[in-house]
């Protein structure tokens, strides 16, 4: 199953171009850590609202979340560079819109507009940088270690972001902190290697063509829907955890600790993704999958325990240690199922699923805590993993069958037949 002697992560940072991605992917990361709070803590400041600051973030996310896909495919179409020059500039702009609109504390309905423009052009500089990873050092052994360095880093940056946002506010303003946030992305878009990094696709069609990409898209989103399902289960369960945790520590004694508890999810994940990319696996990647998802369902069963006892919370130390491994593994199985051309495109969904999943459980989380008991908070995320956990048991998804479903768009992968 697994060789301790397989991917060196010093081996993939001595690719060339290696530590521009990882500092790009970096940077890019730590300001979408930075750019939520950022936005909230701007807005309040500028109309003393609360609401419409929930209203500026909800509209940065939805279009983020939403549009992520229609940005993957630019990048598809127009190459890494220059695709991502491209939002990178819209970004920068509506950027120093948004600036200028807070400064001035304008009416909350156009910081909301303009909060929404900034996620529409949003660079999708994680999606460009996993497939980044994929041309650099091929679709062999060594994309697990690269996209596992790759979301350890993305995990860590996750708690780094908010930290810093909240310490530019503190010791300056909240402009400042989103100025900083926005200015990061820039700096990402402008550090991303280019080169031979990746080349625009070439149009596949000259008659229908638009109608004929729409089609496409759809059935990209057919093909790697069953891997996504289970990463939107996982995104619900963060998403709830994000309000259950804060409410436990609030029921026992105040939210200062509601920090670390938190950061145990992430620190299991870090862990857990180091050691997967250390190691070549030799098993299918569906059956892997397959497993991860069952591991993962394990180790979130336990968590309603927290709501009786709060010495339990390592399990959410032991819930995070699949985790990065679980998405590492629905990458790659997503890029094994899409067709050249499309794979930025498909990595976007990925998180788009993953988000969508997250935005939904603090919602349902925000709800049920004010008038259910925590116990039931917390078995949530068990249920919903676990849930989807079996239907990947059950349906027995191959990404061969999927593809010869969505038509021949899709890559077939030969899954050997147990017996």
């Known amino acids: 199953m697994a060789n301790p002697s397989g ?28 750019v939520g709070l950022a936005l909230v803590l701007s807005v309040r400041e500028a109309t003393g609202s609360f609401a419409a600051a929930g209203f500026a973030a909800g509209a940065f996310a939805l279009t983020a979340g939403v549009l992520a896909a229609v940005r993957g495919r630019l990048i598809d179409l127009k190459g890494h560079r220059r695709g991502l020059w491209v939002l990178g500039a819209g970004y920068a702009l509506v950027g120093c819109v948004l600036l200028v609109l807070v400064i001035t504390a304008q ?29 650099m050092v091929g679709r062999g052994p060594l994309l697990s270690t690269a996209l596992s360095l790759d979301t350890v880093t993305e ?10 946002t909240g310490f530019l506010a503190a010791t300056g303003s909240p402009v400042i902190a989103l100025t900083v946030a926005i200015g ?30 729409l089609h496409s898209s759809l059935r990209v989103l057919i093909a790697a829907g069953p891997a996504l399902v289970p990463l939107l289960a996982v995104g619900i369960g963060f998403g709830i955890l994000d309000v259950a ?9 105040g939210t200062a600790s509601a920090g670390w508890m938190l950061a145990l999810l992430p620190a299991g994940s870090t862990l857990g993704g180091l050691f997967y990319g250390h190691r070549t696996w030799s098993s299918p990647l ?24 709060p ?20 990458y790659l199985l997503v890029d094994e199922v899409t067709p050249d051309g499309r794979k930025t495109e498909a990595a976007t969904w990925v998180s788009t699923f993953n988000n969508t999943g997250t935005a939904a459980g603090s919602a349902l989380s925000g709800a049920l805590v004010a008038g259910f008991p925590l116990v039931v908070v ?13 239907g990947m048991v059950l349906w027995q998804w191959h990404p061969a069958r999927s593809g010869a479903a969505s038509g021949s768009v899709v890559r077939p992968v030969r899954v050997p037949r147990r017996h």
Not at 245 to 253: E, M, S, W
Not at 311 to 330: E, I, Q, Y
Not at 378 to 390: D, W
């Open 7 to 34: 991917g060196s992560y010093r081996e993939v940072l001595s690719r060339h171009a290696a530590r521009h991605l990882l500092a790009a992917a970096g940077l890019a990361r730590l300001s979408m850590g930075m």
């Open 107 to 135: 009416n909350p309905v156009a910081l909301i507009a303009a909060s929404g423009m900034l996620g529409a052009v949003a660079p999708p500089v994680s999606a460009a940088t996993r497939t980044a990873w994929a041309d």
């Open 155 to 164: 995990e860590l940056l996750s708690l780094v972001g908010p930290v810093i």
């Open 184 to 213: 990061l992305e820039a700096l990402a878009v402008g550090l991303f290697p280019g080169g031979s990094m990746r080349t625009a696709a070439a149009p596949t069609t000259t008659t229908g063509r638009e109608g004929r990409r």
């Open 245 to 253: 945790v804060p409410a436990l520590a609030l029921q026992h004694g």
């Open 286 to 309: 569906a059956k892997r999958y397959r497993w991860l998802c069952l591991m993962l369902a394990v180790g979130f069963a336990p968590l309603p325990l927290m709501a009786w006892e």
């Open 311 to 330: 010495s339990a919370l390592p399990l959410l130390f032991v819930a995070g240690l699949v985790v990065a491994p679980t998405v590492v593994t629905c």
């Open 378 to 390: 917390f078995t949530l995320p068990a249920v919903a993993v676990t849930a989807t956990t079996l």
